[in-house]
């Protein structure tokens, strides 16, 4: 369907049937008035009706104007209101759904404070936590609204903001053998290990700095989860590595013990991700912010 309608005309009719005068219309629109008049011509052919007749010193609208006057008004504030910034949002009032990606250790150390967060300030915001997958495709086709984790590849226009460095440690039964001394190199090495690979993977960075350091681990077994991993640590005499802030709140309702790597490593990156059409979305940023608030003040 074609529309053969400049905006602009809709424009200078809004303002016509308000001040029902051209030389007003003119000066509110910061138009001369015969430029104005020339635009009121043009309504009327377009709408094949006077639109204003004169009265004395006065416009008086048509039976047509004064039907579609509503109407043009609603139309021509809808048109602005796409150009012009809206920087509130009254968030409670808001009822929508986030899906977020992330590892099961993200979602034990962000999930309960998020969501006291939502019951207070905006108690019709929903979330559903998934798995993280690959991150471009499903930010792009909308499977999950933002990711949160260890975010090493994405495409360009993915927006990634750092959140905060996390750092691995190694952690064991809270009566586990090992905690009778300071842990060593060869202590730590000395015990079978449990590792944490959603892809079953028999070898990670720490295999890498073992083996320049001319060590290797024994690794006993993998599962996919950090919830398994310690859980099964708190039966075993299983030792492995975790991320510290992001593995404590679970750890913690085990009985589990960390203890510091006899070993230099670097730190691990946790970032903050979602597709640039959601950039300048208010409940989108408000959502973020929090998840930002919540990593910056559990510790």
């Not at 009706?49 to 579609?68: C, N």
């Amino acid at each position: 369907m074609d529309l053969d309608i400049d905006l602009n005309l809709l424009v200078v009719l809004d303002t016509l049937l308000e001040e029902r005068s051209v030389t007003e219309a003119a000066a509110r629109l910061n138009r001369s008035v015969p430029a104005t008049s020339r635009s009121l011509a043009r309504i009327r052919r377009l709408f094949d009706d006077p639109i204003l007749v004169r009265s004395g010193q006065l416009l008086l609208p048509t039976s047509k104007a004064l039907e579609i006057q509503e109407r043009v008004h609603e139309l021509v504030e809808k048109a602005k209101s796409l150009t012009q910034p809206n920087n509130t949002i009254d968030i409670r009032s808001v009822s929508r759904t986030f899906t977020i990606a992330a590892s099961d250790a993200v979602m034990c150390f962000l999930a309960e404070p998020l969501l006291a967060i939502l019951e207070t300030e905006a108690p019709s915001i929903k979330v559903f936590f998934v798995m993280e997958g690959p991150i471009d495709v499903s930010l792009r086709d909308s499977f999950v609204d933002m990711q949160v984790g260890i975010i090493r590849k994405s495409l360009p226009e993915t927006r990634i903001e750092p959140i905060f460095h996390d750092q691995l440690v190694g952690v064991a039964r809270a009566d586990h053998q090992l905690f009778k001394d300071d842990v060593t190199l060869d202590d730590y090495v000395g015990f079978a290990h449990l590792l944490h690979s959603r892809r079953g993977d028999n070898w990670t960075m720490v295999d890498d700095v073992l083996a320049e350091l001319g060590k290797a681990r024994s690794i006993a077994a993998s599962v996919p989860t950090i919830a398994a991993t310690l859980f099964l640590l708190g039966q075993t005499d299983m030792v492995s590595t975790c991320l510290d802030r992001l593995t404590q709140p679970l750890a913690s309702l085990l009985n589990l013990r960390f203890f510091d790597l006899p070993f230099e490593h670097p730190k691990t990156q946790i970032s903050l991700a979602w597709h640039p059409r959601f950039e300048r979305d208010l409940t989108h940023l408000w959502m973020r912010e929090k998840i930002f608030r919540v990593f910056n003040t559990e510790s």
